[in-house]
């Protein structure tokens, strides 16, 4: 009933960028959107978050770096990830939230890997 596709990750150097994806499936509204990325071994970390009406809000560890935004007639959002770090290394999550079902969705993720 829900699917949420992630594209653009790979491997980049630091300093580098990449364009991160999400295409959101669904018959219902999809009201806040976000980006979360997790290392192996730890928990699922917040990255950014973008509402219907384009509001956004950053982790202190992207803020001027990762721009987010999205395309409401499409149901996508994107991450532009800029002066890429090592410690930026990780598997990107999309989420979706349904405010009319109280609920969030997921995507399987893409992994994004930062060289020195």
């Known amino acids: 009933q829900v699917e949420l596709v992630e594209s653009g990750g790979g491997l980049v150097q630091a300093g580098g960028s990449l364009r991160l994806s999400c295409a959101v499936s669904?018959?219902?509204?999809?009201?806040?959107m976000g980006w979360y990325r997790q290392h192996p071994g730890k928990q699922r970390e917040w990255v950014a978050t973008?509402?219907?009406?384009?509001?956004?809000n950053y982790a202190d560890s992207v803020k001027g770096r990762f721009p987010i935004s999205r395309d409401n007639a499409k149901n996508t959002v994107t991450l532009e990830m800029n002066s890429l770090k090592p410690e930026d290394t990780a598997v990107y999550y999309c989420?979706?939230?349904?405010?009319?079902?109280?609920?969030?969705?997921w995507g399987s993720g893409t992994l994004v890997t930062v060289s020195s």
């Open positions: 989420k979706a939230n349904s405010r009319l079902k109280g609920m969030d969705y």
């Open positions: 973008i509402t219907s009406g384009g509001s956004t």
């Open positions: 669904v018959i219902f509204r999809i009201n806040t």
